[in-house]
């Protein structure tokens, strides 16, 4: 009997756990899709901006000598697989060829892997995990980024996160951000009596920028949130395996128990029998 309870057991904490991955899965799946759906619209956007800032004049050029920044985009969350070291490995070989300028990183689980290499962020932020909580993060992201620039801490910016290749699918990319690439040069804008060439630059590299990392983390969630949806869909489908062999086993033992209890009746009435017969 106590085989059996084990059993019962073993059957109701599967279950559990097959109805807590079921709802995971479905999470998953409604944050993959709202992180696809803006994805054209994004991209769209920052390419308008980007022409737009060929038609500013030019800013001053960076100097040589200041150092260059990675922003990591890795992840808070698990069940993503080897997600999180395969960008640090990257934004670790980027860092490499750049020199060891500020980084930023977005997600804490990074933090443990980039001790290991003996580097410590210049600052760190909660990775997000929808679309809803980007523009939370972004806004004060862009600043820090502008005020390291401002400050002549910061030449050179480049990102480091997933680029989507389907559901389960990704690959770790550096997406340069600053120095803003030159686009085709259009007819410069006036001077403008409400305000000046440079701020009016300034306004518009702030855009290119939170747009250019809307697109890149948008790009992140779907990679990290297919990447879940897939991982619970394969832990569901072994639960469902492990629940159904338990429910056979389960089965077999009520059975062997039974079969045990009818040979055991049949033993004590031939016994009955036997005993009666000596009797008379």
Same mark, same amino acid.
């Given at each position: 009997?106590?085989?059996?309870?084990?059993?019962?057991?073993?059957?109701? +904490?599967?279950?559990?756990?097959?109805?807590?991955?079921?709802?995971?899965?479905?999470?998953?799946?409604?944050?993959?899709?709202? &992180?696809?759906?803006? =994805?054209? &619209?994004?991209?769209?956007?920052?390419?308008?901006?980007?022409?737009?800032?060929?038609?500013?004049?030019?800013?001053?050029?960076?100097?040589?000598?200041?150092? /260059?920044?990675?922003?990591?985009? %890795?992840?808070?969350?698990?069940?993503?697989?080897?997600?999180?070291?395969?960008?640090?490995?990257?934004?670790?070989?980027? @860092?490499?060829?750049?020199? $060891?300028?500020?980084?930023?990183?977005?997600?804490?689980?990074?933090? &443990?892997?980039?001790?290991?290499?003996?580097? !410590?962020?210049?600052?760190?932020?909660?990775?997000?995990?929808?679309? %809803?909580?980007? /523009?939370?993060?972004?806004?004060?992201?862009?600043?820090?980024?502008? %005020? =390291? @620039?401002?400050?002549?801490?910061?030449?050179?910016?480049?990102?480091?996160?997933?680029?989507?290749?389907?559901?389960?699918?990704?690959?770790?990319?550096?997406?340069?951000?600053?120095? !803003?690439?030159? /686009?085709?040069?259009?007819?410069?804008?006036?001077?403008?009596?409400?305000?000046?060439?440079?701020? =009016?630059?300034?306004?518009?590299?702030?855009?290119?920028?939170?747009?250019?990392?809307?697109?890149?983390?948008?790009?992140?969630?779907?990679?990290?949130?297919?990447?879940?949806?897939?991982?619970?869909?394969? $832990?569901?489908?072994? =639960?469902?395996?492990? !629940?159904?062999? +338990?429910?056979?086993? $389960?089965?077999?033992? @009520?059975?062997?128990?039974? +079969?045990?209890?009818?040979?055991?009746?049949?033993?004590?009435?031939?016994?009955?029998?036997?005993?009666?017969?000596?009797?008379?």
């Amino acid at each position: 009997m106590s085989r059996e309870l084990a059993l019962q057991r073993r059957l109701r +904490t599967l279950a559990t756990l097959e109805e807590a991955v079921t709802a995971l899965r479905a999470l998953s799946a409604q944050h993959f899709r709202a &992180a696809r759906a803006p =994805l054209a &619209a994004a991209r769209l956007y920052r390419d308008e901006v980007q022409r737009f800032l060929g038609a500013l004049e030019p800013g001053r050029p960076a100097a040589d000598a200041v150092p /260059t920044g990675i922003v990591l985009v %890795a992840s808070d969350l698990g069940l993503v697989g080897d997600y999180t070291p395969r960008l640090v490995r990257e934004a670790l070989a980027l @860092r490499a060829e750049h020199g $060891a300028g500020p980084l930023v990183c977005l997600g804490r689980r990074a933090l &443990a892997p980039l001790a290991k290499a003996g580097v !410590i962020p210049a600052s760190v932020q909660a990775a997000p995990t929808s679309v %809803a909580a980007l /523009t939370t993060l972004l806004v004060p992201l862009v600043d820090t980024l502008l %005020a =390291l @620039r401002s400050r002549g801490e910061l030449g050179a910016l480049w990102l480091v996160a997933a680029r989507f290749e389907g559901a389960g699918a990704y690959t770790p990319v550096r997406v340069p951000v600053l120095p !803003i690439a030159p /686009t085709t040069p259009r007819p410069r804008i006036g001077v403008s009596p409400y305000g000046t060439a440079a701020a =009016l630059r300034s306004t518009v590299v702030r855009e290119v920028l939170y747009a250019s990392l809307f697109e890149t983390l948008l790009e992140s969630l779907a990679s990290e949130h297919g990447m879940r949806l897939v991982t619970a869909e394969s $832990a569901r489908v072994w =639960l469902l395996e492990r !629940i159904d062999a +338990t429910r056979r086993r $389960a089965a077999a033992l @009520r059975l062997e128990s039974s +079969t045990q209890e009818v040979l055991e009746m049949v033993a004590a009435a031939r016994s009955a029998r036997r005993a009666a017969a000596d009797h008379s």
